[in-house]
């Protein structure tokens, strides 16, 4: 089937950049998103469609997608930005649906701890 | 504003069956497809289930196909997760959460437990 890979985990200092990675050998031909996940919270879309930010996520965050590797930079790391990051595609297979078809669902890489020292 | 509740989650023996519900509102709830995500305790994510906005369209992952049955109501504005013969390794948080129409997942619920254990 199918996967995303993430780094399990990336730290930077405050004020720096961090990059966080997904791999995977359909990424090209697809669009990703990502979310962050803090403790005990639910996950929180950062960015979608490899490079749109939902409204209210600060201009820091930032997408980008090409040769099957999509990226999620953070720009001027903030000590509120240590979470987990979660890179999210999606698969196309045949599967039995009502009325025959395709079915398409979204695959989530394994999850990137950012830690800000 | 966008609000997703869950609630039915809970301790369940082995074999036993729990039914979520996730109550939406602040949207057009037949306008959106819905998915199930669930994330066992400590691990990541993972695409459980979801329904078209119509509920023509169901998908389920592999590990709870069989077992899991996802159906909605819209003149409810209320999404749910039939579950069957549950298992210890179905034991996680499930999040109700909306498509946001790109295969993105713009909202999320707080999440409900469900523990499988004897």
């Known amino acids: 089937s199918y996967e995303v890979t993430q780094p399990p985990s990336v730290s930077v200092s405050p004020g720096q950049t961090a990059i966080i990675t997904c791999s995977g050998n359909?990424?090209?031909?697809?669009?990703a998103c990502w979310y962050q996940q803090k403790p005990g919270q639910s996950p929180v879309l950062v960015i979608y469609?490899?490079?749109k930010r939902p409204s209210g996520i600060p201009e820091r965050f930032s997408g980008s997608n090409s040769a099957n590797i999509a990226s999620l930079t953070i720009s001027g790391t903030q000590a509120t930005d240590e979470a987990v990051y979660y890179c999210?595609?999606?698969?196309?297979?045949?599967?039995?649906?009502f009325g025959g078809g395709t079915s398409t669902a979204g695959i989530f890489g394994g999850g990137t701890k950012l830690t800000v020292l | 504003q966008v609000q997703l509740v869950e609630s039915g989650g809970g301790l369940v023996k082995p074999g036993g069956s729990l039914r979520l519900s996730c109550a939406a509102s602040?949207?057009?709830?037949?306008?959106?497809?819905m998915t199930w995500i669930r994330q066992a305790p400590g691990k990541g994510l993972e695409w459980v289930s979801y329904?078209?906005?119509?509920?023509?369209?169901?998908y389920y992952a592999d590990s709870v196909k069989g077992r899991f049955t996802i159906s909605r109501d819209n003149a409810k504005n209320s999404l749910y997760l039939q579950m069957n013969s549950l298992r210890a390794d179905d034991t996680a948080v499930y999040y109700c959460?909306?498509?946001?129409?790109?295969?993105?997942?713009?909202?999320w619920g707080q999440g409900t437990l469900v523990t499988v254990s004897s």
């Open positions: 959460v909306r498509d946001g129409g790109g295969y993105y997942l713009d909202y």
């Open positions: 602040g949207f057009t709830f037949s306008d959106y497809y």
């Open positions: 329904i078209s906005n119509s509920g023509t369209n169901i």
């Open positions: 359909k990424l090209r031909q697809q669009s």
């Open positions: 469609q490899n490079d």
């Open positions: 999210q595609a999606w698969d196309t297979r045949t599967a039995k649906l």
